[in-house]
């Protein structure tokens, strides 16, 4: 009898996803499976990306990751990375509203607030009115319903809760207006409080908001707890860099940089993958694939082979920013971790992180280093400038919210165009529908920001647990598979502050 050949997979998407499910496989599989990861960009990462901002690493898509989840210390410390970790310092963000910067207000659920809930200062005498008023008006809530979170929260508290808390708050995770995104999957615990019977929003938000933490024994101030008390967000010391190379060279894989693939192709046994251009097409067939591409692509790909998931996914739209990194010398620089800009702010930035204040490792040098974020949702247009005129924006907002006006030493501008998918009202049904219909198909897996989150950790999980149930399907693994994964009680990324 021949020896059985040794399995081949083919990972679509070489971001931390691709990479992610590509060491888990190698990892289940053994050294002698072939893992081939097909990435369109030339450079591995995704919307992951560390570049050197005047002689230090930093990063300019995600920064940090929620701590509280086990996905990221867990794969870190698989990599021999564990001491690479950091966690924020003490400083505490900001918000611009109402023409003022003033701290962020505590007792709100991104942005909804409970009853507890600490306004004054972001909203005006009359959005403080509305926001007291919320929980005395009738709520009409069906049990297992979907909303825009902005149009409900414009119902119930008026207009400035909406644009000065929740937008800005929520923008900072999804590149989102609030407006356009669903209650269910950016918020899960408060449509889960709804239906438990919350009589109103601020009741929901109320009994759906983590304890507050008790005081720091060391400075007498609120402690940012995690799950065990600890730091609830989370870096790479050397960048998220770091994190990819190890991936990468841990893997084993076969890595086709600048490589499209155009069609996914069904077999009698496994798949066929057709790359490059249609004049010069090469075919790539293996035993399974993880697609780990943004939604337009998973929906290009299974037209054919799954149209059910292509119709699924065909919903999930992007948002495209920009994020601006800048070094400064000879300047005192702000002392808060950064600022979230309101919706009806009349600046072009939607937040600044202020780096060097908020994470103690960035700056040994002594130089100012901070970065700030344009563009959400719909805006596109706005952002199709060149990069002078969007460090110009930067720089002008930078000089009216922390009077910073000196020349910087240092300038990287980085546009993520489409680089955020937006959970839109319905988001779950759709992620539902399309892993039922890959479910049904041997050796097709998907992973990724558009399912069950958009941070880091919850990119991560999808993909090892997509890698899990792969292995298990090529016959050499493990042959318990994974639930596919569930929204995480809080959105699962970070604020810019």
């Not at 207000?105 to 809930?117: D, K, S, Y």
């Not at 399309?434 to 999980?461: F, R, T």
């Amino acid at each position: 009898m021949a020896p059985t050949a040794p399995p081949s997979v083919a990972v679509v998407g070489g971001g931390i996803s691709g990479l992610a499910a590509a060491h888990r496989l190698r990892t289940l599989l053994g050294p002698a499976a072939r893992i081939v990861v097909v990435e369109r960009s030339g450079r591995i990462g995704g919307v992951l990306r560390t570049v050197d901002l005047a002689g230090r690493p930093f990063d300019v898509g995600a920064e940090a990751f929620l701590a509280r989840r086990p996905e990221v210390p867990a794969l870190l410390a698989e990599l021999g990375l564990a001491d690479e970790v950091v966690h924020p310092t003490g400083a505490r963000p900001t918000i611009r509203a109402g023409g003022r910067t003033v701290g962020m207000p505590g007792g709100t659920l991104m942005g909804v607030p409970t009853a507890g809930a600490r306004l004054a200062g972001v909203l005006s005498e009359a959005g403080l009115a509305a926001a007291a008023a919320e929980p005395e008006k009738p709520l009409g809530w069906e049990a297992g319903q979907d909303a825009a979170l902005g149009v409900l929260l414009r119902e119930r508290f008026g207009p400035e809760v909406p644009a000065r808390l929740t937008d800005p708050l929520l923008g900072g995770v999804y590149a989102g207006r609030v407006d356009a995104l669903g209650l269910r999957a950016t918020v899960p615990a408060l449509a889960a409080a709804l239906d438990a019977g919350a009589a109103s929003l601020t009741e929901a938000a109320t009994r759906a908001a983590p304890p507050v933490p008790a005081p720091d024994r060391e400075s007498g101030g609120p402690r940012v707890a995690g799950q065990a008390g600890g730091p609830v967000f989370g870096a790479v010391r050397g960048g998220y860099g770091l994190l990819l190379d190890a991936l990468r060279a841990a893997s084993g894989a076969e890595l086709r940089l600048g490589s499209t693939v155009r069609e996914l192709e069904a077999r009698k046994r496994g798949w066929r993958l057709v790359l490059g251009p249609t004049t010069a097409p090469e075919a790539l067939d293996v035993d399974a694939v993880v697609l780990a591409v943004p939604a337009p692509a998973v929906r290009k790909l299974l037209a054919g082979p799954v149209p059910a998931a292509a119709t699924a996914v065909a919903g999930i739209e992007l948002a495209s920013s920009v994020v601006v990194a800048l070094a400064f010398r000879g300047i005192v620089g702000p002392e808060t971790s950064g600022v979230l800009v309101a919706a009806d702010e009349p600046l072009a930035i939607k937040a600044a992180t202020h780096s060097s204040a908020k994470w103690a490792h960035v700056s040994p040098d002594g130089l100012v280093r901070l970065r700030v974020s344009l563009g959400r949702f719909g805006e596109a247009a706005t952002l199709q400038v060149d990069d002078a005129e969007l460090v110009a924006r930067a720089r002008a907002d930078l000089a009216t919210l922390q009077g910073i006006t000196a020349d910087p030493v240092a300038v990287h501008v980085q546009r993520w165009g489409g680089g955020l998918p937006q959970y839109a009202p319905g988001h779950l049904d759709r992620v539902a529908a399309l892993e039922a219909a890959v479910a049904e198909i041997p050796g097709l897996e998907v992973a990724g920001a558009a399912l069950h989150g958009v941070g880091v950790p919850a990119c991560v999980g999808t993909a090892r647990a997509a890698a899990e149930r792969l292995a298990a399907a090529v016959g050499t693994a493990d042959p318990r598979r994974e639930p596919r994964g569930t929204m995480d009680a809080w959105p699962a990324s970070t604020t810019p502050s």
